[in-house]
């Protein structure tokens, strides 16, 4: 018949099904963590990265010039602790080691305006606005769990053209942004361990865990151990 005579003419091949597995190890980014307890540590870190360490006096600070030297070499980082630790302090220290090698111009910045006042800077939407076309500029961003995910997206866009970003905030311990609350679509409590983060922050992450904020360590103690628990839905009774 025509019908088979057409499928007569048409053309076969040897169909190879080859394995589609990757045997190739592919790594996740991981964060070079640097807790500010561990000073052995921190002269590692620097060792790896040829830098050498000042020494460091058995005195409760001793440590915060090397952790500046590290985070301004490094030309990003994310600085993360609880209330009281002394992360705005630690920004005034670095901005002055940054001061020492480079004059460009340093933007603080939140996303409130109370925030923003604290450290001296302009909220996140008056800095993407002014400077939204300005090249190699650093920015300080003070509480930074508190930004929805699109105003990140905003601020990443400036690492293509040059800038630094020093992400400081306590994600563990305060509430985050209520704009990405609304489904399950985005997890912002994994924002600390995102790619985007570690990315915009040259994966180097500073831990500040000891207490400057007046002398009660006690109550230090008691909310700073409440973080362990702050994922546990158990723990909730309504």
Known sequence: ????????????????????????HIESWK????????????????????????????????????????????????????????????????EAEIRLTSDRAIIKMALTHRAARLVGGVTIAHALNKYKGARDKIAFVSEFGQLPL???????????????????????????SIYDRWGADVDMTRLEHSSLMMSLCNFLKIEMQIYRRGEDQELFEYYFNLYQYVDDLSLIHI
């Open 150 to 176: 699109d105003m990140l997206r905003k601020l990443a866009r400036w690492k293509k053209v040059g800038w630094d970003f020093y992400f400081e905030g306590d994600p563990r311990g305060q509430l985050l």
């Open 31 to 94: 964060w070079t963590v640097v807790h500010e307890t561990d000073r052995d540590a921190l002269c590692d870190v620097m060792d790896e990265r040829d830098m050498i360490p000042e020494a460091m006096a058995d005195t409760r600070d001793a440590h915060l010039p090397n952790l500046a030297r590290l985070a301004a070499e490094n030309r990003s980082a994310c600085l993360i602790g609880p209330g009281g630790v002394g992360k705005s302090t630690f920004l005034q220290l670095l």
């Open 1 to 24: 018949s025509a019908a088979s005579d057409v499928y007569k003419r048409l053309p076969f091949w040897e169909v190879i099904r080859e394995s589609k597995e990757c045997k190739e």
